[in-house]
């Protein structure tokens, strides 16, 4: 009879692979929660300059000279923004590098950072519109151009980025939700490889299969057909099969999620 005390092989083995998945799930965790500090740093100092940003707008619409009391203001302002929207653009940059080296792949995560670049890129193509309409006003403000103009050096690249971030993440998005399924006779789908001895074939023809755009909308399928059964494999409870007052079988999917857990390729034999 084996040993399994604490001596053993055996449970030395379990207990290091129980230790190395603590530790990397510590570590998951860990690097998740670096980044949502960031988001919040960032998503923080958007609301703290909103007032700036309000008072801004009010006086670059504002014609006239400018009381010494609003000059001061107005460059304390534009310098706040300013410096507020460089340090935001690190922070995502630095998000951004957390984010690839983490292996840590998640749209929703994705998607929040390009709406952070595209806000950041947004406050920044304003600050330099008021920046052009109050220089005319007031040589004080003109002084805060070096900083300003550090922005819009980069304000062309990071709008390139943002735009290719969101292909991507509509591209990973699509790949996500996107599947596939056919259904036909045991002989139909022999003659396509897609049935092999009763299983799903390794080589079957894939241009047979209908594709599905979004999962996330796509719930049933008319199988119009008395009898049928599922040859992929999906797990029980997230679908069933019910019968109009023709017989003819509708398979309906319950739980979205767990039903394309284990494949993205559904095959139904009928008839």
Known sequence: MVSCGKNSAEYKDLQVKTDSLVYANSKASAQLNEMLSLLNAVEDDFQKIKKAENYLTVQSSTSGEMSPSIRNRLASDMKFVAETLLRNKEQIAQLEQQMSKSGIQSIELKKTIERLNRQLSEKTTALLAYQAELAERNQQIVELNESIAFLSNDISQLKEQTEANSKTIKKQDETIHTAYYCFGTAKELRDQKILIKGNLG?????????????????????????????ISKHPKGSYDMQKDKSGNITLNILDITNFWSLGKYLVIEVG
């Open 202 to 230: 390794p080589d079957f023809n894939r241009s047979y299969f209908i594709r599905i755009k979004d999962i996330r909308e796509f719930n049933e399928i008319p199988l119009f057909s008395k009898k049928a059964k599922l």
